[in-house]
């Protein structure tokens, strides 16, 4: 019981990872109706800004995530004015192929600038939370992933409900023509929505190399596949979905490693992931659209 | 017009051919190539054999060369991708190599063995111990152990040593270098009637997130965890373990070396990992002494196996060089022949072993010691007791 306890909870840490992940990817694509590729790539960024600003220019924890948060804003307005306002009337298939580019484009600019030697992260917290007699381990850094995950989720929700911007977004993403003649700064706003989710891109760096403490400018790739999964898994563009996508995910990829093989842990999230979208092709909470004639 | 086109071109190509054929020595000097990762994850061991080689390539020109020539060498990156090293291998034939050590990583040097035999390049690898690296390739050597040297050496290690231990086995089910250990290791382990308690993979996809396999591991009760992989993953490992309270002894082999040199790496966590090395930097022996005190003062660090690696390679190179008894205006085809069958006949003391003899199949016979990291040191098993 205790190791299924155990199992459980690594599930969640990871899953919260991938939670926290599959958010920016899924507002970016719920309003811009893009996906962002690049999303894991910012993270990695995220990751290097926060652990330099840590270790060379020491400063404290809560000014490096600060300095790692406006960093990727800049990056991601300025990723989204260069490579993707360009291409805002071209067809969508254009769109995703260059933010393949420019996954790739951050990727070996971080190998040419921080080396390819995988360095260390230093995690923000450390330290482990014990139940029963020290059987039962949590790391505060998983608690404390969980938690931002819900503060967030939460927080893009009323965001995106209530105030003016987020209501001008919503607009943006039923139909960008009627926004536009309604007097809404579409463009503006496309970029304004590039800027939270790159906010949110440092954020989860900051939270995924604490927890798996490596940094290589290919740490944002795999983890951003996931995460993209998860936002399909939990229905893509539905916040509360992208965290609850995440989560399933982690626990179904983290019991399937224990209880059925290591070596098939992948498949059989893959499998899972086929089966919630042949019965709910729009995933688990996301609003099933037809396609207007 | 067209045919006066036509037939400058046709002179850049045969100016092309002649300068390439021409780039094969002016006789003084013979030219060494080497290859391995640089950069990206497996680096640490390129630069290290990169760096025991030029210190015997440095050694052996100083005091008069190989057989009256100066040994010129050049190392390339491959990062550890099989393309990239092909291409490093293309660029050094271009150069004019005349000997390949390398490459350092086993899957890389799979593609590039290939090549080499089809070239009738002689190669020494310093550290690629796949048997698919030498199968079929009567000119290509290895100066490590083969990968089931590693794991038979390791489970007769263990079977000798702690042979009551229940043991866990967590390897990379994508690498070929950590299968090929894992599966001699295990048929070994079996042979010897070790406990196998738990297996547990990853592969490189997965290889942030171990909670699960130790998880299992622990509450198989395992207080052995035997990790056939590189150092990157296990760092991971190592600390992961630690925040789950979990001590078992690790027990490496040669791709644990270079844990204590990664950048920010915490090295209480490697404290007690044992480790399978024919190599250890405490050995008291002069050329031991010596080569450790040169490294030190170039590179700033201890040398670890695989930069020892590096260094016998040349010297073996030389030993068979010598033993051949090659000459200035061998082509690079006649002297990998001659190589090929000095190779066989020399018994080699380096660093890395005493009385090293090769095998028909490329494989080298020596024997391995057992290391423990001690305060951010390699010292012997023995020494530790």
């Known amino acids: 019981m205790l190791e299924f306890l155990s199992y459980l909870i690594s599930g969640i840490s990871l899953g919260s990872v991938y939670a926290i992940i599959a958010l920016g990817y899924t507002m970016v694509y719920g309003i ?85 030697n995988p360095k260390v992260y230093s995690p923000i917290i450390e330290g482990t939370f014990k139940l029963f007699d020290g059987k039962l381990p949590i790391s505060y850094i998983s608690m404390l992933t969980v938690s931002v995950c819900i503060v967030i989720m939460i927080g893009l929700t009323i965001f995106t409900s209530k105030s003016k911007m987020g209501k001008a977004m919503r607009a943006c993403s039923e139909d960008k023509a009627a926004a536009q003649l309604m007097g809404i700064n579409v463009n503006k706003t496309i970029s304004l929505t590039f800027a939270i989710g790159s906010a949110l891109a440092a954020i989860a760096g900051v939270l995924l190399c604490s927890s798996y403490p490596t940094l290589m400018p290919t740490t944002g790739s795999m983890p951003g596949i996931k995460a993209f999964t998860a936002a399909v898994f939990g229905g893509i563009g539905s916040i509360p979905g992208a965290f609850l996508g995440g989560i399933l995910l982690g626990i179904i990829e983290s019991l399937a490693k224990a209880y059925i093989s290591t070596q098939l842990a992948n498949t059989v999230v893959f499998a899972v992931l086929i089966i919630v979208l042949l019965v709910r092709p729009a995933g688990l909470l996301g609003k099933y659209v037809p396609e207007k004639v | 017009m067209k045919r006066l086109l036509a037939l400058m071109l046709v002179v850049v190509m045969c100016a092309a051919v002649m300068v390439s054929c021409g780039n094969k020595d002016d006789g003084n000097t013979l030219k060494i190539g080497g290859i391995g990762p640089i950069t990206g994850s497996a680096a640490i061991y390129g630069q290290a054999v990169m760096n025991g080689c030029k210190i015997a390539v440095d050694e052996i020109n100083a005091n008069g060369g190989i057989g009256g020539m100066q040994i010129e060498f050049n190392f390339q990156d491959d990062a550890n991708v099989a393309e990239s090293s092909v291409n490093a291998y293309n660029k050094l034939m271009d150069w004019g190599m005349d000997i390949l050590v390398g490459t350092v990583t086993t899957t890389p040097c799979i593609s590039v063995s290939a090549k080499v035999y089809t070239d009738r390049v002689f190669a020494l690898t310093p550290s690629a111990s796949s048997t698919d690296v030498t199968k079929d390739k009567d000119n290509m050597f290895q100066l490590c152990f083969s990968d089931p040297n590693q794991g038979t050496g390791s489970a007769t290690y263990i079977a000798a040593n702690m042979a009551d231990k229940k043991i866990a086995i967590i390897y990379r089910n994508d690498d070929a270098y950590s299968q090929g250990i894992r599966d001699t290791f295990a048929a070994e382990a079996r042979a010897k009637n070790l406990n196998i308690v738990y297996e547990g993979t990853f592969t490189e996809d997965t290889a942030t997130d171990f909670s699960v396999q130790l998880t299992a591991a622990k509450s198989a009760n395992a207080d052995l965890i035997f990790l056939p992989i590189y150092y990157q993953p296990a760092s991971v490992i190592l600390s992961q373990a630690k925040t789950m309270d979990y001590a078992p002894t690790f027990f490496g082999v040669d791709g644990m070396d270079g844990i204590l040199t990664m950048e920010n790496f915490d090295i209480t966590l490697a404290e007690g990992v044992m480790v399978l090395t024919p190599f250890s930097s405490d050995a008291e022996d002069d050329l031991t002494k010596n080569f ?21 390679c040349i010297y073996a190179v030389k030993a068979a060089y010598e033993k051949a008894g090659c000459t200035k205006d061998m082509t690079r085809t006649d002297l990998c022949e001659a190589l090929v069958k000095a190779i066989k006949e020399i018994s080699f003391d380096g660093l890395t072993g005493q009385d090293m003899t090769w095998s028909d199949k490329g494989e080298v016979n020596k024997m391995p010691i057992a290391v423990v990291i001690k305060n951010g040191d390699y010292i012997s098993a023995e020494a530790a007791e």
Not at chain 1, 70 to 81: A, D, N, P, S
Not at chain 1, 82 to 104: D, E, M, Q
Not at chain 1, 105 to 110: G, T
């Open chain 1, 32 to 116: 811009a109706k893009m996906l962002n590729f690049a999303h894991g790539d910012v993270i990695m960024v995220g990751g290097y800004v926060s652990l330099l600003a840590m270790t060379s220019l020491g400063l404290p924890t809560w000014a490096a995530i600060l300095l790692a948060m406006v960093v990727c804003t800049v990056l991601g307005v300025i990723i989204e004015g260069l490579a993707y306002k360009p291409l805002r009337s071209a067809p969508s298939l254009a769109v995703l192929i260059t933010a393949i580019g420019v996954s790739y484009f951050l990727q070996n600019s971080a190998l040419l600038i921080w080396g390819a």
């Open chain 2, 292 to 312: 450790v005190k040169k490294y030190k003062e170039l590179y700033g660090e201890v040398p670890n196996q695989f930069a020892a690696d590096g260094y016998d």
